[in-house]
C-alpha cells in the first residue's frame, strides 16, 4: 500500500464548475502538507501550502486538512480552462531535518471551455 | 528573481553511460533536493544535499550520487544507467529553516 493515495483521474468539468481533489495517507507521522499544478513536461508549482488541520484559503483555491481522518482536499472555484493540468498532493512528516516530500501518483484535470 | 533552473532540458543516453544533471537553487536557497518522476507517477524523492554534503536520502541505489558546490547548485550523477531511469528529473530548492520547497522545469532523462 502506497503512503499516499491519490485518484489519477482524469477528472474533465465545465468551465466554471467547482473542482474537488483528494489525498488520503497512511503516515501517520505527516504534518505539512501541499499542493502542486504541474503543466504537461514542465516542473511542479507549489500551490498550496498547509499545517494544521482546517481550512486554508488562496483566491480560487481552498485546501482542507483533516487529520483525524487522514485525508486532505483541494477545491477549485469558478475553474478555468488554464486551470487543466495534473495536480499532486504531497506530504512530510515534522521531524527529521531533510524534510523529504511523499507525493500522490497526481490528478489529471481538464477544463472545458 | 530567476527561479530553480536545471540543464539540460533533455538527455538522450545509451545503457551503461553515466549522467550527469544540473541544477540552481532559487536565489536565498541553500538546499537543493532531487526527485525522479516516472511517466504518470509523482514524484520520488532521490536525495538532499546542505551545506555541501548529503543529508538523507531515499530508496535509490548507489548508482545515483551527488555534489553541491559552494554556490549552493548541485549535480545529479547516474551510473551504469537502466532502461528504467527514463523519467523527468526535478530539482528543489528550499531555505534550510523553511518549509516549501520550489521545483526547477526538470530534465527528462532517456535512456535507450
Known amino acids: 500500500q502506497k503512503e499516499v493515495e491519490q485518484d489519477p483521474g482524469p477528472l474533465s468539468v465545465p468551465e466554471g464548475a467547482i473542482v474537488s481533489l483528494n489525498c488520503t495517507y497512511s503516515n501517520s507521522a505527516f504534518q505539512y502538507f501541499m499542493w502542486y499544478r504541474q503543466y504537461s513536461r514542465k516542473g511542479p508549482e507549489l500551490l498550496m501550502y498547509?499545517?494544521?488541520?482546517g481550512n486554508k484559503e488562496d483566491g480560487r483555491f481552498t485546501a482542507q486538512v483533516d487529520k483525524s481522518s487522514k485525508y486532505i482536499s483541494l477545491f477549485i472555484r469558478d475553474s478555468q480552462p488554464s486551470d487543466s493540468a495534473t495536480y499532486l498532493c504531497a506530504m512530510r512528516e515534522r521531524s527529521g531535518s531533510a524534510r523529504q516530500l511523499t507525493f500522490g501518483s497526481g490528478t489529471q484535470l481538464t477544463v472545458l471551455p | 528573481d530567476a527561479g530553480v533552473t536545471q540543464s539540460p532540458t533533455h538527455l538522450i543516453k545509451t545503457r551503461g553511460q553515466q549522467v550527469t544533471l544540473r541544477c540552481s537553487p532559487k536565489?536565498?536557497?541553500?538546499?537543493v533536493s532531487w526527485y525522479q518522476q516516472a511517466l504518470g507517477q509523482g514524484p520520488q524523492f532521490i536525495f538532499q544535499y546542505y551545506e555541501e554534503e548529503e543529508r538523507q536520502r531515499g530508496n535509490f541505489p548507489d548508482r545515483f550520487s551527488g555534489h553541491q558546490f559552494p554556490n549552493y547548485s548541485s549535480e545529479l550523477n547516474v551510473n551504469a544507467l537502466l532502461l528504467g531511469d527514463s523519467a523527468l528529473y526535478l530539482c528543489?530548492?528550499?531555505?534550510?529553516?523553511?518549509?516549501?520547497?520550489?521545483f526547477g522545469p526538470g530534465t527528462r532523462l532517456t535512456v535507450t
Open positions: 498547509t499545517y494544521s488541520s
Open positions: 528543489a530548492s528550499s531555505w534550510d529553516r523553511g518549509d516549501e520547497q520550489y
Open positions: 536565489s536565498g536557497h541553500d538546499t
